[in-house]
């Protein structure tokens, strides 16, 4: 029996041992460039450090071994001009030829479908680049003798080629969200200041996606977390241009107080208005209610009125609070969590609150202690 099991163990240690990743391999050969270095960078988000160094060989031959958790960018160059990024995968046997008089932009790299999407990717931009700046050219050589019909022609040229790199690179995504190509594919820019892609809806299939599979990859991680603040950015202009587009009214409520009565925000006419969101279960909300009543016997009488919007689901622990601390203004509340009204006023934390004027017009936003004081002293007087 003791045999037996010995048996097992050493199979058993075999089988492990030959399905044990061996790590990736990158290897070729790079002509002109006999017995130079070539390097191996990572690269991360926003540098990149150096791995490994190897000196060509008098034919130009080289080879990077390496081992990592998830799929990840390096960069093989040459010199700090002259270099390529490829995208590796954990067991890849990578392949790459190329002369070192233009190894940046012609080379042939096989073994690694990631790294011909980025080659894809980073060939196509540089053409569209090129399209761009040939035009520009012609722009700035005619700027005083072209008419306006050749401007307005060249314009329209300029703005086409963009459009289909645009088009391309977002169809590019929706067709590799699971690729980490697809986070180059997102960073890639027109220049210093212009993204091609803008479209937040390809951010974030591409941030969940990817998150999914590799939540550990720093490329991921900036990605998602990226993505996470331009969400938050979009909604506050959603809601600036709600407001800009409805001039000077604020977005409406309309939820049932303690006794089931539907009350509006909109009913409030004349009124300065401190729209309150809040929970019955959550201890900084209660312990602003007690300077809430303080404000509210202060300033009743000149004109303001509190609108409270409870964010709870439970019914008795809301009526509770209200009785518990004093709370003689509006209280509505739908107990699903007023989802709908908190979304209008993209409300991300509670407490929140927001001051109305008296066209209601929003003036003012989280205020609280003195600040909140003043702000609705100067609007009562």
């Given at each position: 029996m003791k045999k037996i099991t010995s048996i097992a163990i050493v199979l058993a240690t075999f089988i492990v041992g030959c399905n044990k990743p061996n790590g990736f391999v990158i290897s070729g050969k790079i002509t002109n460039a006999e017995e130079k270095y070539l390097y191996l960078?990572?690269?991360?988000v926003s540098s990149s450090i150096p791995v490994d160094s190897v000196k060509l060989k008098k034919d130009g031959s080289f080879k990077f071994k390496g081992k990592i958790g998830y799929p990840n960018f390096y960069l093989l160059r040459i010199n700090e001009k002259n270099f390529i990024t490829l995208l590796v995968d954990t067991t890849e046997k990578i392949t790459?030829?190329?002369d070192a008089s233009n190894f940046a932009h012609d080379y042939i790299v096989e073994g690694s479908s990631g790294s011909l999407?980025?080659?894809?990717?980073?060939?196509?931009?540089t053409v569209?680049?090129?399209r761009i700046d040939s035009i520009r050219n012609r722009v700035?050589?005619?700027?005083?003798?072209?008419?306006?019909?050749?401007?307005?022609?060249?314009?329209?040229?300029?703005?086409?080629?963009?459009?289909?790199?645009?088009?391309?690179s977002t169809e590019f995504v929706q067709k590799h969200p699971f690729s980490m190509s697809s986070v180059l594919a997102l960073y890639q820019k027109f220049d210093d200041s212009n993204y091609v892609i803008q479209d937040i809806h390809s951010l974030k299939v591409a941030a969940s996606a990817l998150n999914?599979?590799?939540p550990k990859s720093e490329h991921v991680k900036a990605l998602y977390a990226n993505t996470q603040r331009l969400m938050v950015q979009e909604k506050n202009n959603k809601l600036q241009a709600f407001i800009a587009e409805n001039g000077e009214n604020s977005p409406d409520i309309t939820l049932p107080n303690h006794n089931g009565r539907d009350i509006s925000l909109s009913s409030l006419t004349g009124k300065i208005i401190l729209i309150q969101f809040w929970s019955a279960l959550n201890r900084d909300s209660r312990y602003q209610n007690q300077a809430l009543v303080e404000l509210y016997n202060k300033y009743r009488s000149k004109g303001l009125e509190i609108y409270q919007v409870s964010v709870d689901t439970d019914r008795n622990a809301w009526l509770s609070a209200i009785e518990e601390d004093g709370l003689n203004w509006i209280n509505v509340g739908d107990m699903k969590g007023s989802v709908s009204a908190l979304h209008s006023f993209n409300i991300q934390t509670i407490p929140s609150n927001y001051i109305l004027d008296r066209e209601r017009r929003i003036v003012a936003r989280d205020l609280k202690g003195p600040a909140l004081d003043q702000a609705i002293g100067k609007l009562t007087r």
């Open positions: 960078d990572e690269l991360k790459v030829y190329g999407l980025v080659q894809e990717l980073n060939n196509r931009l569209t680049k090129h700035d050589a005619f700027r005083s003798l072209a008419d306006p019909v050749q401007k307005n022609k060249w314009n329209s040229e300029l703005a086409e080629i963009k459009q289909n790199q645009i088009r391309y999914s599979i590799f």
